[in-house]
């Protein structure tokens, strides 16, 4: 690295670092001014946060909606795939999926989904995970068709000819070709997920974070609610870092590695 890059570099994190560390400096000054029942402090959070990641009963609530986020993102990707590889299929449904069933996905209220749920299914498991997705959907949705929209047809006709399966070429070719696509609507569903996961606890689940905020709204525990929010940020970090940008990394890699090849 160029020394003007490092400079550049470092000065940005130094910027980006003393931003978090003057916030935690209002938010403390603003904590010894203000009642805690409005703004709680900084140590009375930190000490809530340890509670969650370190006590079975709370870490429970954070770990139960680590997993319905997973299976969300993952079930909405599977059928927003499915739903654009039908489309591009068949032309005639493709007036349907994109012109009708993705209007209705795109316009519906999160909260109206959350309320038709709990109507139809109760509070269950399968609740959270049907809200979820129907909101994730059309995001996966839009990627994919756009994906598929913009595929190199000469290419396919090329899979076609070496190929009597269609199977054949929609496996080693189309979705290969897609994988630029499928790592947007990854990390678009990934993000949205954690933004909606508390809205779909607090209607349809007796556990999880969404959960544990309601119960903390109702006896007016500001704490638990400010460290359930950081500890969503914390999570949504540690997801990306962990899980998103190691997958977006490899299947770029294996898309240059195609391509060179």
């Given at each position: 690295m160029?020394?003007?890059?490092?400079?550049?570099?470092?000065?940005?994190?130094?910027?980006a670092?003393g931003?978090?560390?003057?916030?935690l400096?209002v938010w403390?000054?603003?904590?010894?001014?203000?009642?805690?029942s409005v703004?709680?402090?900084?140590?009375?959070?930190?000490?809530?946060?340890?509670?969650i990641?370190?006590?079975?009963?709370?870490?429970?609530?954070a770990?139960v909606?680590?997993?319905?986020?997973?299976?969300?993102v993952?079930?909405?990707l599977?059928?927003g795939?499915a739903?654009?590889l039908?489309?591009?299929?068949r032309?005639?449904?493709?007036?349907?999926?994109t012109?009708?069933?993705?209007?209705?996905?795109?316009?519906?209220?999160s909260?109206?989904?959350?309320?038709?749920?709990v109507?139809?299914?109760?509070?269950?498991?399968f609740?959270?995970?049907f809200?979820?997705?129907?909101?994730?959907?059309?995001?996966?949705l839009?990627?994919?068709?756009e994906?598929?929209?913009?595929?190199?047809?000469?290419?396919?006709?090329?899979?076609?000819?070496?190929?009597?399966?269609?199977?054949?070429t929609?496996?080693?070719?189309?979705?290969p070709m897609l994988?630029p696509?499928?790592?947007a609507?990854l990390?678009?569903s990934?993000?949205?997920c954690?933004?909606?996961?508390?809205?779909?606890?607090?209607?349809g689940?007796?556990?999880g974070?969404?959960y544990?905020m309601?119960?903390?709204?109702?006896?007016?525990?500001?704490?638990t609610?400010?460290?359930t929010c950081?500890?969503?940020?914390l999570?949504?970090?540690?997801?990306?870092?962990?899980?998103?940008?190691?997958?977006?990394?490899t299947?770029?890699k294996?898309?240059?590695?195609?391509?060179?090849?």
């Open positions: 160029r020394p003007a890059d490092l400079t550049r570099t470092v000065a940005q994190r130094a910027i670092d931003l978090v560390l003057l916030a400096a403390w000054w603003s904590s010894r001014h203000l009642p805690a703004i709680p402090s900084p140590q009375a959070v930190l000490a809530r946060l340890v509670a990641a370190t006590e079975p009963a709370l870490g429970w609530h770990l909606t680590t997993l319905r986020v997973m299976a969300s993952l079930l909405s599977v059928l795939l739903l654009a039908a489309a591009h299929a032309p005639w449904l493709d007036g349907i999926i012109d009708r069933i993705l209007v209705v996905l795109s316009g519906m209220p909260v109206g989904w959350a309320i038709l749920a109507i139809w299914f109760k509070v269950s498991e609740t959270v995970i809200v979820q997705v129907m909101i994730l959907l059309p995001f996966a839009i990627n994919f068709t994906g598929l929209r913009n595929l190199d047809q000469e290419v396919i006709e090329m899979a076609d000819s070496f190929s009597t399966r269609r199977t054949a929609l496996v080693h070719v189309i979705i994988l696509y499928g790592i609507a990390r678009v990934y993000g949205v954690w933004k909606i996961a508390l809205v779909s606890e607090l209607f689940a007796q556990s974070l969404g544990l309601l119960q903390a709204q109702s006896v007016g525990d500001v704490v609610v400010v460290a950081l500890i969503i940020v999570l949504f970090t540690l997801g990306e870092a962990l899980i998103i940008n190691p997958i977006a990394r299947l770029r294996d898309i240059a590695q195609a391509e060179a090849g």
